[in-house]
């Protein structure tokens, strides 16, 4: 398994097990699909990278559960389609970089990858699960939310204070911190009894929570649903292509939108029941 067109095909063949109680955290993948795996924190695992085929895999998945149909917040990253391994600092890279080393690869094969989240909600007796690529929750790039952010904090303040930031002090600030956001570094500070870490907590707003029915009635309770950057015609040929050979003969029962995202443009969501899966044919062996 090489590829996020794989891994969704894989959870297609188990998607009633995503109705239990379970987390999916705990599931648990092998090697044999990620050559990175983590309970916690972020990301949870990077899927197996074949950098001579195409598409070569290696994507970024993180896996999130919610006991509501809102996408709980995102904490230690803001939300992104693509990500470089070496912004996650020095000890995640380490801990990421040792990993895929016993499993074969080097991160440094593919060192900006592509970023999904793997949601699941619940609401009441219903359950709803979404592959989401990243892009759907950026609107921008997370140096340019700090920045806009900081201007939000100088609001609250007088003239004078304002002042004393001019428009270039405020960029380095954004970049300084939207670096320290992502690598999550803890810092030593002599002579206290703290030591100090950048944390933050980003949360969707109502319009991009893609688990809202009255945001996005296209996708229904039960369901397990694929969703990504629908570009181009031309582009979208492509994904379209490698989502039919995965899928093979499952590929016509699935349910095909596009939907038009309030910021970002038009994403195609493939949507598959939870309940009632159909076995798939097998050739009987002789």
């Known amino acids: 398994?090489?590829?996020?067109?794989q891994f969704f095909t894989s959870l297609v063949d188990i998607r009633p097990s995503l109705l239990r109680d379970s987390k999916m955290v705990e599931s648990g993948y092998g090697s044999s699909v990620s050559s990175f795996y983590s309970k916690t924190g972020f990301p949870t695992m990077a899927l197996r990278l074949k950098p001579h085929a195409y598409p070569t895999g290696g994507e970024i998945i993180s896996i999130m559960e919610s006991k509501t149909y809102y996408v709980?917040?995102?904490?230690?990253?803001?939300?992104?389609?693509?990500l470089s391994i070496e912004s996650l600092g020095h000890k995640k890279t380490r801990a990421i970089a040792r990993q895929m080393r016993s499993n074969g690869e080097d991160w440094r094969w593919l060192p900006v990858r592509e970023v999904y989240y793997l949601i699941r909600g619940r609401r009441f007796s219903s359950t709803l699960v979404?592959?989401?690529h990243g892009s759907f929750f950026e609107t921008v790039n997370c140096e340019q939310v700090v920045r806009k952010a900081l201007g939000r904090v100088l609001a609250d303040y007088d003239d004078q204070e304002k002042q004393r930031f001019t428009p270039a002090a405020l960029d380095s600030l954004a970049r300084m911190l939207s670096q320290e956001i992502f690598s999550n570094r803890l810092r030593?500070?002599?002579?206290t009894t703290v030591d100090f870490k950048l944390s933050i907590r980003a949360e969707v707003a109502h319009e991009v929570n893609i688990l809202s029915p009255a945001y996005y009635p296209e996708i229904k309770d039960d369901t397990i649903n694929l969703v990504i950057p629908y570009r181009s015609k031309d582009d979208f040929r492509v994904a379209w292509r490698y989502l039919k050979t995965a899928l093979g003969e499952e590929w016509k029962m699935g349910k095909k939108r596009i939907i038009q995202h309030p910021f970002n443009g038009k994403f195609?969501?493939?949507?598959?029941?939870l309940k009632d899966r159909p076995h798939r044919w097998k050739k009987p062996q002789s």
């Not at 030593?188 to 002579?191: E, V």
């Not at 195609?268 to 029941?273: C, R, T, Y």
Request: hydrophobic share 50%; glycine share 4%; aromatic share 18%.
């Open 1 to 5: 398994m090489y590829n996020i067109y």
């Open 72 to 82: 709980p917040p995102f904490r230690s990253h803001i939300p992104t389609g693509a």
């Open 130 to 132: 979404c592959l989401v």
């Open 188 to 191: 030593k500070i002599a002579n």
């Open 268 to 273: 195609f969501i493939l949507s598959f029941a």
